[in-house]
């Protein structure tokens, strides 16, 4: 079952605690809407009939337990499980009102407008540079090299990174940090001017201090992107997000603001599971 | 950076959580005023404004418990920040009980303008000004995060005692001397107990302000309270 963002509960503490946060977001308009959406790996249904819409330039977060369906979804958005043999969407993903899905959309296109960053940083063995400028070369988007040098350092320093790698733009990426790599990968994904950007776990793999950058970035980032992230930490949706998806077995059971989520969510299974029950 | 440093948006949130309190704070002690002093000039129209404006109050406890509670689901803090949103929530209900002690006194007032003076007032003014100071004071030990100021409040809460029995008692012989003053009088000691229960919130604030700091639980403990 999905649940409209606009769904409303009887005063409760959660009504007090809206008025203290953030202002609502629901008069943004809807960047991405799945209908009825389906996948399946082979003959498994990843993801049943999910239905939902997410705003522009606010941070979703998709939780629920390990198999649930959260990064199989986040996926869809790009098309990133085409890759993987056996697989198949129904129903529609729109972005910008487009059906992604329908015959004739240009795959490579709607990656760059929908960047992704992985669990796992996964920086080219090139120097730093050269990992920034990757998707504007291959894109033909580098333009003269004053332009690509122009083009990197903004978005080295959309995130966060600049300071630390100005004077190592040459050196090679994986002499890097786990932390600074995963800056890397999101100043790669930014370099070739994204409308989204999906984060799969972008910080499991990192330690305390590491974690913190990338949750700040993620606050500055959704001002100029609209960012769904995936995490199995219910913490961090917490502190990043402004929406929460929760999943369940392939099911969106329910989809609010994300202080709704944590205070006062509609259904049981949701209150188990951010109240740690189960998962 | 270090671990400890709470993200940004983290501490924006509660600079603007601060920010409300201090604003609710500046509110009740500006109507503490507005009764005072309506009752010394026996000012009816600046009483009746106390008396019916009381809702900026109330909306801002309930918003103010809203962002705390927010911020405890959201955030889940640990030491300082933890002690600083609970101090918030206890903050915000005594700051919101100044306020009604503020309509208690301006209830009083208005009774009080319907007789003849009972006598100059000089004692409940000057408990009037302690207890604004102390109010004052005890968000001033919030925001700057002073201990020392704080142990003053808690030290000035004795002054506004002896006051509140001062008055008692010199109130007293005038009831027993002239029946009809009763009335009016006991509004008087009303008041007098109204702005010792406000310098009772200031100390509950100065308390709340000294374990935010420095964790330590002074309530109760009066051995502590000459510190600082």
Known sequence: ?279 | MTVERATRHFQEELEGLQARLLEMGGLAEERVRMAVHGLVTRDTTLIDTVMLGDELINELHIEIDGRCFTLLALHQPMATDLRSIVAAVKINTDLERVGDLAVNIAEAARRYTNHAPVKKLIDIPQMGDIAQAMLRDALDSFVRRDTGLAHQVLNEDDRLDALKTQVFRELLTYMLDDPSTVEPALDLILVSRHLERIGDHATNIAEDVIFMVSALDVRHHSSNVDEG
Not at chain 1, 35 to 41: D, P
Not at chain 1, 171 to 177: F, G
Not at chain 1, 257 to 263: D, I, L, Q, W
């Open chain 1, 1 to 279: 079952m999905s649940r409209d963002a606009t769904a409303t509960r009887p005063p409760s503490l959660a009504a007090i605690a809206a008025r203290g946060g953030p202002p609502p977001a629901i008069d943004r308009p809807v960047k991405i809407q799945a209908e009825g959406l389906n996948f399946y790996y082979g003959g498994t249904r990843a993801l049943e009939d999910i239905s939902i819409r997410i705003h522009s330039n606010v941070v979703t977060a998709f939780i629920g337990p390990s198999g649930c369906g959260k990064s199989t979804f986040l996926r869809t958005l790009n098309r990133m499980n085409d890759i993987i043999p056996g697989t198949c969407a129904e129903g529609k993903v729109l972005v910008d009102g487009v059906d992604i899905y329908k015959p004739g959309v240009d795959v490579v296109e709607l990656r760059r407008r929908v960047g992704m960053v992985f669990q796992k940083s996964n920086p080219f063995p090139k120097s730093v540079f050269d990992n920034v400028a990757y998707g504007l070369r291959i894109n033909g988007m580098a333009g003269s090299h004053s332009e690509l040098a122009a083009r990197v350092e903004e978005s080295l320093r959309q995130a966060a990174l600049w300071d630390e790698v100005k004077d190592r733009l040459h050196d090679s990426a994986l002499a890097m940090s786990g932390g600074q790599q995963q800056r890397l990968c999101i100043a790669r994904a930014l370099a070739v001017r994204p409308d989204i950007l999906l984060m799969d776990e972008p910080a499991s793999a990192l330690d305390p201090i590491a974690t913190q950058r990338i949750e700040e970035l993620v606050y500055d980032l959704k001002t100029t992107y609209t960012i769904l992230i995936v995490t199995h930490n219910m913490q961090q949706a917490a502190r990043v997000s402004d929406y929460t998806a929760f999943f369940w077995l392939g099911r969106l059971i329910e989809y609010d603001r994300t202080e709704k989520m944590f205070t006062a969510p509609a259904e049981t299974l949701t209150e188990d599971y951010v109240t740690g029950r189960f998962g």
